[in-house]
């Protein structure tokens, strides 16, 4: 089992950048590969970010590509989202997940965090 908390998240205007944090509880978080979700209101969650746990093999969604920035510390249950030039249109609720090993899917989650990005 893991357990995700997320933090990190406010208010910025245009331009700007925010960093958020994903700590994960449970022995496992260090071969799990994590990824970052967004769901802004009225719209399906969409896949943001994600970074393998073995040689820390990165991808992203093309809107964030170049942007935004995946990362993670295994020595402190911790996987980051580095977030620059934010644009209006990167307002959304983000969550990290972890990847199950047994079903190959993401099955835990963080309860999410507000980015708001302000024009």
């Known amino acids: 089992q893991v357990q995700l908390v997320e933090s990190g998240g406010g208010l910025v205007q245009a331009g700007g950048s925010l960093r958020l944090s994903c700590t994960a509880s449970?022995?496992?978080?260090?071969?799990?590969?994590m990824g970052w979700f967004r769901q802004a209101p009225g719209k399906d969650r969409e896949f943001v970010a994600a970074i393998s746990w073995s040689f820390g093999s990165t991808s992203y969604a093309d809107s964030v590509k170049g942007r935004f920035t995946i990362s993670r510390d295994n020595a402190k249950n911790t996987a980051y989202l580095q977030m620059n030039s934010l644009k209006p249109e990167d307002t959304a609720v983000y969550s990290c997940a972890a990847l199950s090993a047994s079903t190959g899917k993401y099955d835990y989650w963080g309860q999410g965090t507000q980015v708001t990005v302000s024009s």
């Open positions: 449970g022995r496992t978080f260090s071969r799990s590969a």
